[in-house]
């Protein structure tokens, strides 16, 4: 591994992190001003114009707190449960491609930490490794309703990740690769795989849901039945750090959304640009696809009610599964006999 | 029986195909709350702008002087008696020669204390009063930390000389 190559990467991950700490800090802000929007008020508006500082006075209020651990928590994993979960959410953006290569002077920088052939198990794996930050800090409490929240989490992410696997499944048979890079790169210009693949989509994006613990399936954190779920106990930067985990994983879900199936930085009439252009162009495509879905997740928060938990568990398990096995079959089919039909 | 023209029958018909999939549903709702994200708020933000209230709102009191400049309050207390709420006491005191320019009966309020937790703001201080003393404005109490200053006494009450405050359509309110 050569030096440049080294810088490249450092500077990248450090860019990268500095953006999703960025994006999820201000997610919070939008969330509550999206909310205000939807339900007719105008939201958080005194802390500079427009309520601009409201996520640094979060910040400060959050460090500022008393930090509280409870005589009967096992403190250590107490302690650990919040890391756990900023960790795992903060990893996943490795494997994302943000763009096309970028040439200066002629050396080309790659923007994506780690193009590995196995892009999607990778972050299947770190996304399940999110499971058990909720469920430390869920077991760790010695609270029943925490306990109570942790279970939900736990069992509710197992039960989707596998809709959300299958759902995928389709998709890498039409491209024939695991990898996210050859996966974007075969969405060139229009032809995104939401077109093709619909209803492998709806499932994705269903399942998403699920996994970041979104409304309509935020059981885990259901404050009606389960004071604050998994984090009943969980004060001060603590609190914080698992209410930061839950944004980032929104921003990194909707990053994997738009990768997968809505074309990630190609855009139609891409053709017409090249080089750096095309390259800065797809970034901002791709950033302003993000933006979109981690408003369209406040979106449908603001709108639907939450499930009760029986209907979550018939949702997974009765017919999301189903249709993607389905799904997986309808497009084995086209695959074997499109070259019959001739097209 | 019927016991009411309000009932309605239960309804539990079978969902239809279409139903079951949610998301003509769910687009729905999708569709009503967007056209509120655009829709005006109704939010008044408040110590910045004011809202509109009615001119015989009855908002925080005032104790009125006459066109002298002298209190009306003559302390008779039927402002308290006619209280509800028991929010209003006073201590009476004899007014002393060379004072005539400050209160205009022979007794006056030495202190007037309105308690603004308990007052319900119903207005019959003012409507007791024979002396057109005690008027409620549509000023608002303001907000405050500690419970003894809301306890509002004469230096509150009692109307600025250089900033006279209107009451004239309170007052035909009550005459008509």
Redo the contacts between chains.
Sequence with gaps: MDLALLLDKTILILILFGVTLFIAMYSTYAERK?A???????GP?RAGPFGILQPLADGVKMFMKEEIIPNTADKWLFIIGPGIAMCTALMTSAVIPWGKNITIGGHEIVLQVADINIGILYVFGVVSLGVYGIMIGGWASNNKFSLLGAIRASSQMISYELAMGMALIAILMSTGSLSIRDIVEGQHGWHWNVLYQPLSCLIFIVCAFAECNRTPFDLPECESELVGGYHTEYSSMKLGFYLFAEYTNMFISSAIISSLYFGGYNFPGMDAFSGNTLALLGTAVFFAKIFFFIFFFM??R???PRFRYDQLMRLGWQILIPLAIFNILATGTWMTFKGYLGF | MQLTNRSKVVSNKEMTWVEKMYLPAIFGGLWITIRHFLRKSATIRYPEVKREVSTVYRGKHVLKRDEQGRENCTACGLCAVACPAEAITMDAAERKKGEEHLYREEKYAAKYEINMLRCIFCGLCEEACPKQAIYLTPEFPVANYNRSNFIFGKDKLVEPIDKRIDVSLKKKVHTS
Excluded: G, P
Excluded at chain 1, 36 to 41: E, G, K, M, S, V
């Design positions: 999206v205000a929007f939807l339900q007719d008020r105008i508006d979106w449908i603001w709108t639907l």
